[in-house]
């Protein structure tokens, strides 16, 4: 699976962005999806995590509420909806797919791929 995270932007503090994740390869459905961020000097950071069939979410406290992960199957793509954004949001994001039977989807360290990164800069 080969993913491409894009959408990302400079954006104004109480604004909004979409990012997308376009996967390439078979059985996409297969696969939990999952969006990480990261600032330079710190750990990735789990954001936000959606089931294969997209019927169950799990996110950071640190969004919840003002995030919305979403996949479209059909088309092989994870949208992350961001609103009211902060800039403590500012950071590189990146979408990754885990194998169905991982004991954790929200470690990066037990991500099977990883897309490429998309820059936020949420400015005050």
């Known amino acids: 699976v080969q993913l491409q995270a894009s959408g990302g932007g400079l954006v104004q503090a109480g604004g909004s962005l979409r990012l997308s994740c376009a996967a390439s390869?078979?059985?996409?459905?297969?696969?939990?999806m999952d969006w990480f961020r990261q600032v330079p000097g710190k750990e990735r950071e789990f954001v936000a995590v959606i089931g294969g069939s997209g019927g169950n979410t799990l996110y950071a406290d640190s969004v919840k509420g003002r995030f919305t992960i979403s996949r479209d199957n059909a088309k092989n793509m994870v949208y992350l909806e961001m609103n009211t954004l902060k800039p403590e949001d500012t950071a590189v994001y990146y979408c990754?797919?885990?194998?169905?039977?991982?004991?954790?989807?929200?470690?990066?360290?037990?991500?099977?791929?990883w897309g490429q990164g998309t820059q936020v800069t949420v400015s005050s």
């Open positions: 990754a797919a885990y194998q169905a039977g991982s004991s954790s989807y929200t470690s990066p360290r037990l991500a099977s791929y």
């Open positions: 390869g078979r059985a996409f459905s297969l696969y939990v």
